[in-house]
Structures are given as structure tokens and as C-alpha cells.
């Protein structure tokens, strides 16, 4: 067995990552990439859990301003359960056994989520997939990423983006912007760096949980980082 450095990790994944350059909906083929390698670190020995937004079908109220706050997130949390199914039957496809947990109860179609049962799930070797964030508006999905990691003990939270490390700026509009390979919590805060929102930060800061911040474009990134490589940015 290769040598990995984590043994059980939670990979954070936007909805705008599974929608490839079509930048809406569903991308099979970008999705079918990047569960090759979820299957392919799986297969290492490694528990993964997963948490997904909704941004390729719905951005809250930036769709219409004069949406109701609370309205929006639900319907976002409706959009992050439509990701989860897509990633289910994709892993599924791949023989790989999976659950998907929601935070507001959809029986027919998922298992509400329970604590005890995610992280025996995950003892089996089964991928479980977190839809609805925290079940609460308000909060974002990288908000249930940080929680859920906290909860099911994943020794680090795999966030992929559209952008390929932590930067003391967009680099996309400056390019003076440092790229950091590792940083603090506390840094990311003090200079409001946006890696993940406020919330999320703060309860990864005090629950010592370390972020690996990488470009989701290229998947093999997600094997990297379980093997302990360099990629991207460190967190902690």
C-alpha cells in the first residue's frame, strides 16, 4: 500500500467544481474525474466523507435580490442535495459503497444526518456525502465542512478551488499577490483572505483542525494531498 499521510479526511468540493467550464449544472466528464480519484484514494485505505455546495444551480440571492435571505439558503440547500446524488451514483459506478447524510431529513432519497452513523459508515470504507450544510440558513457549506470535520474527527479538510493556493490577493487581479505554501488561521483572519468564510475558519482554528488548499482543476491534487505532498497551501 502507497504511503498516505491521513487516514481519514473530508474533501470540501463547490458545486461550481463539478460543473467544469459549461460553469452551470453538471459536467459528467469533470465529475467522473474527479471521483476516479476520490475511488483512487479509497482505495488506498483512506475514510473519505465529503461535503458539496450548490453554486452550479443555484447562488442564493445574487439570482434575485429580492429574494428572502432564509428562502434563498433553502433553496441552495436543495441544490447542494442534488450534487450529493450526482457524486453518489458516479462513486457508485466506480463499485464503490456510499451514503448520503442530509441535515434536513429527505428520506426517500438520503439518510438524515447522524453523527454516530457517518463515522460508522466511514469505519466500513464507505464514502459519505454531506448535503443541506448545516441544515440551518445563514450558514454556508464551508461552514458543514468545518463542522462536520470536527464531528467525524477527519484529520484534515481537503478544500478544492478554482484557484490554486491561499494568496495575500487575488492573483487573478494583482500580480503582486504572494502565494503562501503554509500559514496560520490567525493570519488568514487578521488579513481577511477569504479561503473560507469567517465562521468556518474560526471553528477549524479552534478545533486545530488543518486545511489543504488546492486547485480542484487538476483532481490528481486530491491524491497528492493524502500522500502528504506538496500542493497548494497548508492551513493551521
Not at 42 to 52: E, K, M, R
Not at 55 to 62: D, S
Not at 155 to 161: R, S
Amino acid at each position: 500500500m502507497a504511503e498516505i499521510k491521513y487516514k481519514r479526511v473530508l474533501l470540501k468540493l463547490s458545486g461550481e467544481a463539478l460543473a467544469g467550464e459549461q460553469k452551470t449544472g453538471i459536467d459528467i466528464k469533470t465529475l467522473g474525474a474527479i471521483c476516479d480519484k476520490i475511488k483512487e484514494v479509497a482505495d488506498l485505505g483512506v475514510q473519505v466523507s465529503i461535503v458539496v455546495g450548490g453554486g452550479n444551480f443555484w447562488r442564493g440571492r445574487r439570482n434575485g435580490e429580492q429574494m428572502e435571505k432564509t428562502t434563498a439558503d433553502y433553496m441552495g440547500m436543495l441544490a447542494t442535495t442534488m450534487n450529493a446524488l450526482a457524486l453518489q451514483d458516479a462513486l457508485e459506478a466506480r463499485g464503490l459503497h456510499t451514503r448520503v447524510q442530509t441535515a434536513i431529513e429527505m428520506r426517500e432519497i438520503a439518510e438524515p444526518y447522524i453523527k454516530r452513523k457517518a463515522a460508522k459508515h466511514l469505519e466500513k470504507g464507505r464514502i459519505v456525502i454531506f448535503a443541506c450544510g448545516t441544515g440551518n440558513p445563514y450558514f454556508t457549506t464551508d461552514t458543514a465542512a468545518a463542522l462536520r470535520a470536527a464531528e467525524t474527527e477527519s484529520e484534515v479538510i481537503l478544500l478544492g478551488k478554482n484557484i490554486d493556493a491561499v494568496y495575500s490577493a487575488d492573483p487573478r487581479l494583482d500580480k503582486t499577490a504572494v502565494k503562501y505554501d503554509e500559514i496560520t488561521y490567525a493570519e488568514v483572519l487578521n488579513q481577511d483572505l477569504k479561503v473560507m468564510d469567517s465562521t468556518a475558519t474560526a471553528l477549524c482554528k479552534d478545533n486545530n483542525i488543518p486545511l489543504q488548499v488546492f486547485a480542484i482543476a487538476d483532481p490528481e491534487n486530491i491524491v497528492r494531498a493524502v500522500k502528504g505532498e506538496k500542493v497548494g497551501t497548508i492551513v493551521k
